[in-house]
C-alpha cells in the first residue's frame, strides 16, 4: 500500500491533525445525514469546533451528531493509540457496545427510543425482535443476538489474521477483493440488528475501527450516495456483494487521497520549521510556538520539530486577533481574588 510504501504508514492526529479533522467532520455530518439527521456541514463544524449550536434545529439533532462525533474519536484513538487493555485482536465485542454506547448516550438522554425497555440503553443489545427489511432479510430473534454477535466478531477477528499472514500483494484466502469482504462483514452486522436503535451508525464506525486496524484511514459515505447505498445493502441481503464492495473501495481511495496528496505536495505537508521560516516569522518564534503548543507541530524522534504551511498562517492569524480588553475594575478584582487565595494557600 502506498501510505505505508512511501509515507511510512497511517499518521496519527498530531501528524496530520488538519486532515484528521476534515474527515471527522465529514463522517459525523453524512453518516448521521443518512439517518435523517438535517444539519448542515456548517452547522456540524460549528458544533464541533466551538460547541456552539446554530441553526435551531432539535436538541435532538445536535445531540446525535455530538455523540457519534465521540465515538468517532474514540474510534481514531483506540486504532492509532490503543491502551493497554487491548489484546491485539482486530475487533472486540465489548469494543462494539462501546462505539454504540459513546455513539447513542447523548441523543438517548433527549430522545430515547418510545419502545425501548429500561435495559435496552446505549451499549446494550435489543430485547425486541425487529420486522423483516424491506429485501425480506428478518433479523434474528432477540434471544439469538448475543450469540450471533459472538461469532460475527469471531469472523472479523479471522480476516484480521488471514490478512496478517497474507503477503500484501495476495489476494485474501476467500478470493475476494479486500473491499468486498468489508462490505459482507458489514452488511452482516447490518442483518443481526443488534441494538433497537443506531445500527447504521455503529456499523459504520465499526467499519472504520476495522479499517484503521488494518493500516486505512475511516471512509465517509456521504448522503448523496444515500440510496446507492441502501441499493447495495438490499442487493449484499440476497449475496451480492459488487455493489456495496465497490462503493466502499471509492471511498477508501478518496481517504487515502486525503493523506498522500498532502505529503506530495500542498499546504498541508509536514516539513522541518526552518522550511517555513519567512520575512515575519523567525525559526526561534516558530519553535517556541511549538512548544507552548500555539502551533501545531510534531517533534519527530530526530528531535526536529515538523510543521505545514497551513499550521504556521493559522498561528499567524491567531497572532493578530485582538484580545478582550479587561475594565480596571475587573482586573483588580482578579488581582483581589488570586491575592485573597494566596493567603489561604
Known amino acids: 500500500m502506498e501510505l505505508n510504501e512511501r509515507f511510512g504508514g497511517l499518521p496519527n492526529p498530531k501528524e496530520a491533525q488538519s486532515i484528521w479533522d476534515d474527515i471527522w467532520h465529514l463522517e459525523a455530518h453524512h453518516s448521521t445525514a443518512l439517518e435523517g439527521n438535517t444539519l448542515v456541514l456548517r452547522e456540524v463544524q460549528t458544533l464541533l469546533e466551538q460547541g456552539r449550536a446554530v441553526g435551531a434545529k432539535p436538541l435532538g439533532e ?9 465515538a468517532a474519536q474514540w474510534v481514531y484513538g483506540q486504532a492509532l493509540e490503543p491502551g493497554d487493555w487491548h489484546d491485539g485482536r482486530l475487533l472486540t465485542l465489548a469494543e462494539v457496545r462501546q462505539v454504540h454506547h459513546a455513539a447513542m448516550t447523548p441523543v438517548w438522554d433527549v430522545a430515547p427510543h418510545p419502545d425501548a425497555k429500561s435495559s435496552e440503553g446505549p451499549g446494550s443489545f435489543r ?8 429485501a425480506g432479510i428478518t433479523p434474528p430473534a432477540w434471544p439469538l443476538v448475543p450469540v450471533r454477535m459472538q461469532e460475527w466478531v469471531a469472523e472479523v477477528c479471522l480476516v ?63 448522503k448523496r450516495q444515500r440510496e446507492a447505498y441502501l441499493s447495495a445493502m438490499q442487493r449484499a441481503d440476497a449475496g ?59 517533534q519527530g524522534a530526530d528531535g526536529i520539530w515538523r510543521s505545514s504551511r497551513k499550521a504556521v498562517d493559522a498561528y499567524k492569524a491567531s497572532k493578530h486577533q485582538r484580545r478582550p480588553v479587561v475594565s480596571t475594575a475587573a482586573s483588580e478584582q482578579a488581582s483581589s481574588i488570586r491575592i485573597r487565595r494566596a493567603d489561604v494557600a
Do not use: C, K, W
Open 62 to 70: 445536535y445531540n446525535e451528531v455530538r455523540g457519534y462525533a465521540d
Open 127 to 134: 430485547e425486541h425482535d425487529i420486522h423483516p427489511f424491506t
Open 160 to 222: 484480521g489474521e488471514r490478512l496478517a499472514s497474507a503477503a500484501s500483494d495476495q489476494p485474501l484466502p476467500s478470493d475476494q477483493p479486500l473491499p468486498e469482504v468489508l462490505a459482507r462483514l458489514h452488511n452482516e452486522f447490518e442483518q443481526v440488528h443488534p441494538f433497537i436503535d443506531g445500527n447504521g451508525r455503529t456499523g459504520r464506525l465499526v467499519l472504520n475501527l476495522v479499517l484503521v486496524r488494518l493500516g486505512y484511514p475511516p471512509v465517509v459515505i456521504f
Open 240 to 298: 451480492d456483494y459488487g455493489s456495496l464492495g465497490e462503493l466502499i473501495a471509492r471511498a477508501m481511495i478518496d481517504s487515502l487521497n486525503s493523506f498522500i496528496v498532502p505529503n506530495v505536495a500542498g499546504p498541508a505537508r509536514l516539513v522541518p520549521l526552518a522550511a517555513l521560516v519567512d520575512v515575519t516569522t523567525t525559526l526561534a518564534a516558530l519553535r517556541q510556538a511549538a512548544q507552548r503548543g500555539r502551533l501545531d507541530a510534531v
